[in-house]
């Protein structure tokens, strides 16, 4: 027993790792949050990855969603490659990929793929990934505003669950099985209803647009371009292996996104604060 819990452990890091390495990679980087702080140990990410896929032929076997990829499809290589470059080479991409305004071909915003355009609904979809934020002592953040449903928010709300189970599931006793209970179904919950059916969607978008741009700019920044697609196929696979490990069933309807544009006089429109752990 004590050797699958320490396994159990490890499996949590592993995916802690590789969610906090995401998040900061679709971080803007013009923010804080985009600054890893010190270099990125390629080694570690290619090693979590490993721990995921290489145990089992399950999942490198299990049914996929639409836009999902197989693991053995990604490497956490170009992960680390990318959050490796300078900062300012990054914002020039992300600049240069979604523009200043919300991108129509590839936007970065869950809220942006939902099928029906009624404001009504987008907010309600917005006030739900709040709920889930507050849940677990996220607020916004006064120094860099900006909307919940920015994947690298919900990115980093998945490495704070995943994070919050490693340490219950490291204590003992009634209360830290509670609490490691509620993080795991909370996490899965909001895989369902907010990684599964729009991250792989958003991932396929990315490089569709990258491809698109890639043949019109100099070699420095088509090499940096080709990196983050490299990231997008990562994540794509990501989610597929992350859905799996909640025991998620995939997502089989076709998403694209569907970008609402917001009156910058709606005050009630509910899309403009970011979060983060407090």
């Known amino acids: 027993m004590i050797a699958t819990q320490q396994q159990h452990i490890v499996t949590l890091q592993c995916r802690w790792i590789l969610a906090t390495a995401l998040a900061t990679a679709f971080a803007d980087p013009r923010t804080p949050a985009a600054d890893p702080g010190q270099a990125i140990n390629g080694e570690l990410l290619s090693g979590a990855w490993l721990e995921l896929t290489e145990p089992s032929t399950d999942v490198k076997l299990a049914p996929l969603g639409l836009g999902e990829r197989r693991c ?12 490796n470059r300078d900062l300012e080479r990054r914002a020039r991409v992300y ?11 590839c936007p970065q915003y869950e809220t942006e793929y939902c099928e029906w355009k009624d404001t009504t609904y987008r907010s309600q979809k917005m006030a739900d990934i709040a709920g889930f934020y507050h849940a677990f002592g996220v607020e916004p953040s006064r120094t860099n505003p900006d909307r919940h449903d920015h994947v690298a928010h919900e990115l980093t709300f998945v490495a704070l669950l995943l994070e919050k189970q490693c340490h219950a599931i490291s204590g003992q006793g ?3 099985a509670e609490h490691a209970e509620l993080c795991r179904s909370a996490l899965a919950a909001f895989v369902t209803d907010h990684i599964r059916w729009w991250v792989p969607a958003f991932a396929h978008a990315l490089q569709r647009r990258i491809q698109q741009l890639t043949d019109s700019v100099e070699a420095e920044l088509a ?5 983050l697609a490299g990231v997008a196929q990562f994540l794509s696979a990501w989610a597929a292996v992350e859905r799996q490990s909640c025991n998620v069933e995939p997502y089989l309807r076709i998403v694209q996104p569907s970008v609402q544009v917001v009156d910058a006089e709606d005050k009630d429109c509910g899309m403009c604060s970011q979060c983060t752990p407090t």
């Open 72 to 83: 053995t499809e990604a490497s956490a290589e170009s992960l680390s490659d990318w959050l």
């Open 95 to 105: 600049q240069e990929v979604f523009g200043l305004v919300v991108n129509k071909q």
């Open 174 to 176: 009634a209360q830290a």
């Open 223 to 227: 090499d940096d371009l080709q990196c």
